[in-house]
């Protein structure tokens, strides 16, 4: 089945430490995004990528890096000057800009 | 992106037809309608999309006002699976579709 698969499901982190989350996705999807959840709230965009080695910062981007260097990989670092990181992190796809977005089933990501 | 309103939640009984309600009333006239749905701890789902007609598909109806300043998502027949938060967002294609705001949504209650 094609899909998307964010792991690890749940990640511990210590404040200062850098750490990378992982989105692949088998769909050929030319387009990728992440999105961030805080608790009781909607989703942030945090980037997005709309071809191979190309990406754009979303609404919230600071604090954050991501690579799209293949087209099934999109993978999110969280760096150290991320000052609230402990949220639920979410990876869509699409077929193109204008298609329904597919997501995977996030990261927990706690940072103490 | 369209600024929409929902209500915070619903309540519906099992088997019984569940209406949604959005306000979108600052939607340009190229801005589709879009509902996602998300359970807890789980990337949200697509449910349905439109632009001016009524749409139809497996999961739900898409009712959309003439003037399409509101919008109403409708179960035909609830279960107790379609317990969610049920986002309703007003987006354009193209270019900003990755760029839609998920707001809080509404959460969806159903009794047995």
């Known amino acids: 089945d094609g899909g998307i698969t964010q792991s690890p499901k749940y990640l511990f982190r210590k404040e200062g430490q850098n750490v990378t989350l992982s989105c692949e996705q088998n769909?050929?999807?030319?387009?990728m995004y992440w999105y961030r959840q805080d608790p009781g709230q909607g989703l942030r965009l945090i980037y997005y990528?709309?071809?191979?080695?190309?990406?754009q910062k979303g609404d919230i981007a600071e604090g954050y890096s991501v690579s799209r260097e293949k087209k099934e990989s999109f993978p999110l670092t969280v760096t150290s000057a991320q000052k609230n990181p402990t949220a639920f992190y979410l990876c869509?796809?699409?077929?193109?800009?204008?298609?329904?977005?597919?997501f995977g089933n996030g990261t927990r990501l706690t940072v103490t | 992106d369209a600024k929409t309103t929902q209500p915070n939640s619903m309540e519906s009984n099992e088997e019984e037809p569940v209406h949604l309600p959005c306000n979108h009333s600052?939607?340009?006239?190229?801005?589709?309608i879009h509902w996602y749905r998300q359970l807890p701890s789980q990337g949200p789902e697509y449910v349905i999309h439109?632009?001016?007609s009524n749409v139809n598909n497996r999961m739900a109806s898409l009712a959309i006002a003439e003037d399409r300043k509101s919008s109403t998502l409708i179960l035909h027949r609830a279960t107790l699976r379609d317990a969610a938060v049920y986002y309703c967002?007003?987006?354009?294609?193209?270019?900003?579709?990755?760029?839609?705001?998920f707001g809080q949504g509404t959460i969806l209650t159903v009794h047995p």
């Open positions: 869509a796809s699409s077929r193109v800009q204008s298609s329904p977005l597919h």
């Open positions: 769909l050929n999807h030319d387009a």
């Open positions: 990528s709309q071809i191979v080695n190309d990406f």
């Open positions: 600052t939607i340009s006239g190229t801005d589709y």
């Open positions: 439109g632009l001016t």
């Open positions: 967002i007003g987006g354009a294609g193209g270019t900003s579709y990755g760029k839609l705001t």
